[in-house]
């Protein structure tokens, strides 16, 4: 995921900043490693969760690279170009149909709860004291899936180096991700506005549920 990022705000800055691409990326380039220096120690691989903060990184080096001109507004429209890339499949991914939403919802419950099995052990061990917790499924709801994440290590990079403006924009990519799936993803909290957790429930766009909901949604 983190490559298929890269290649896509590469190419929105050759297409924005097409007389700076060059040194935009050497800047970038020089500016990344420098900046995960400081990132604090989620165990690479071995946590699935991990690629996201590497993910808002990249996001961050380029936003430096450009003198903070790859700001919030232009972070909105690559997310747009980023969602229309991959829209071919949305029609296999649609959990309006039960045949989709069934087998999709066992396996991220199966993958979620191994995540969070992975995390309190290695937090046992002194390990991936910064990573997000997991709560699956916390409503016991039989509707779309849900689940909540506990603390937010981007949150944490973003406040302690100053790039909380961004973070708005950051968390829009979950509503990109719904909108691939045929979905409403219904959030009523997040780290980045104040609270301990973010809530997740994604529910299929035409169920009765996103149609009249009218609460709060972040």
């Not at 991936?128 to 506990?150: I, K, Q, S, Y």
């Amino acid at each position: 995921m983190e490559k298929f990022i890269f290649r896509h705000i590469k190419k929105y800055v050759k297409k924005h900043f097409s007389l700076e691409y060059k040194e935009i990326c050497r800047r970038q380039k020089e500016i990344f490693p420098k900046m995960m220096a400081n990132a604090p120690d989620l165990g690479g691989k071995d946590n699935s969760l991990a690629g996201n903060l590497t993910m808002f990184i990249i996001f961050l080096s380029f936003y430096e690279a450009t003198d903070h001109r790859l700001d919030g507004n232009a972070i909105d429209e690559l997310l747009i170009e980023v969602y229309n890339s991959v829209r071919f499949l949305s029609p296999l991914m649609n959990i309006n149909h039960k045949r989709i939403l069934n087998p999709l919802r066992k396996y991220l419950y199966k993958s979620y709860k191994e995540y969070a099995d992975n995390v309190r052990k290695n937090q046992a061990e002194g390990k991936w004291l910064d990573t997000w917790g997991m709560r699956v499924n916390p409503n016991n709801t039989d509707e779309g899936f849900a689940f909540t994440l506990v603390g937010c290590p981007l949150v944490q990079y973003a406040k302690k180096y100053g790039y909380m403006e961004v973070m708005p924009h950051m968390c829009k990519l979950d509503h990109q991700y719904a909108k691939l799936m045929h979905a409403k993803l219904i959030r009523t909290h997040t780290v980045a506005t104040g609270a301990d957790s973010c809530d997740y429930w994604y529910v299929p766009d035409k169920s009765e549920t996103a149609i009249n909901y009218t609460g709060v949604i972040i």
